[in-house]
């Protein structure tokens, strides 16, 4: 597992975001793949013609049996082509990493481009404050993150920033990672956000230096309907952090439930798209067992976070 320590705080999936408005329904991103259903066979001026299709040797060698004629019977199968037979997926998937925060914007886009089938997913990317051993907002010890990525099945990658540190070394930090992804092979980074352009516009202007593909498979989706989603798909998630801007501390710590989403003001996200929340995602159907673990105290910090401390097992 390879860490990359630099010193910086980060702008990417652990980031507090700046405020934007939700657009409204859209249709579901989709990707679609084309692949041809049929070969076809040229032959040039003067060449020998085809060989016969299985099927007609077949036909001409009973009427051969059956009425006698010239010459021996063809085995079937002598004209070149034999029967179609069942065979994988031949077609190589992409490689991507995901952006991991741990939260359940980036668990859903996981389940997405598993679902989508396009690309393979192979680790996640999470960045940790060095000072704390926790991720970046969500403030999640890392023996949790850890865990998560076992019950998913895919190696983590981990970025450590000092806290306090500025954009030009974080840059450089995640630069250098996924610069080492691309030359092993992966295509393309996946985002969990959903309506943010200029935080979008940051991402995708960052990989294109590395060659990288930034995918982002919630994007302009309802976030009224993504959070139903993901209770629907049976992910399970505890709300980590909250900022006191929107929401009181009392919010941290409690299960991200349909009963949380009621309880949210009006000028709340349903997602916490702006800011005003962070989740722990640790059950539902990417995860082969639950990650265990349990509420320790909620404080206050800057001024303006309440976050809840979880404790593993």
């Not at 704390?132 to 403030?139: I, L, Q």
């Not at 076992?150 to 983590?156: D, F, S, T, V």
Request: aromatic letters at 10%; glycine letters at 10%.
């Amino acid at each position: 597992m390879r860490q990359v320590v630099p010193r910086m705080t980060s702008p990417g999936a652990g980031q507090a975001k700046s405020s934007n408005t939700s657009p409204g329904r859209f249709p579901p991103w989709r990707i679609v793949l084309l692949t041809p259903g049929f070969a076809h066979l040229m032959f040039a001026l003067n060449a020998a013609p085809p060989p016969r299709p299985a099927c007609a040797v077949r036909m001409r060698n009973q009427r051969r049996k059956r009425f006698g004629g010239p010459g021996p019977a063809l085995p079937s199968g002598a004209g070149g082509l034999q029967p179609r037979r069942k065979t994988g997926n031949s077609m190589t998937r992409q490689k991507a990493i995901l952006s991991w925060s741990c939260g359940k914007d980036s668990a859903l886009a996981l389940h997405e481009v598993r679902s989508a089938g396009q690309y393979e997913l192979v680790s996640l990317l999470t960045t940790f404050t060095a000072e704390y051993d926790r991720s970046c907002m969500h403030g999640v010890r890392i023996s949790l993150v850890e865990e998560q990525a076992e019950a998913i099945g895919l190696p983590l990658l981990k970025v450590f920033i000092a806290a306090g540190a500025g954009n030009e070394e974080y840059e450089i930090a995640m630069g250098r990672i996924l610069q080492e992804e691309k030359d092993r092979g992966v295509s393309a980074c996946v985002f969990g956000d959903i309506f943010l352009k200029d935080l979008r516009r940051y991402r995708e202007n960052k990989l294109i230096k590395t060659g990288l593909k930034a995918l982002f498979p919630l994007w302009e989706k309802n976030t009224s309907s993504l959070a139903n989603l993901l209770l629907d798909l049976g992910f399970r998630a505890r709300v980590t952090s909250v900022d006191s801007r929107f929401l009181e501390g009392s919010f941290a710590g409690r299960d991200f439930d349909r009963n949380f989403l009621e309880s949210l003001p009006a000028q709340v996200d349903p997602c916490g798209e702006n800011g005003e929340f962070h989740t722990f995602v640790y059950d539902g159907p990417i995860f082969t067992r639950r990650v265990a673990h349990s509420k320790g105290e909620v404080v206050f910090r800057d001024n303006r976070f309440y976050y809840c401390d979880l404790l593993p097992g």
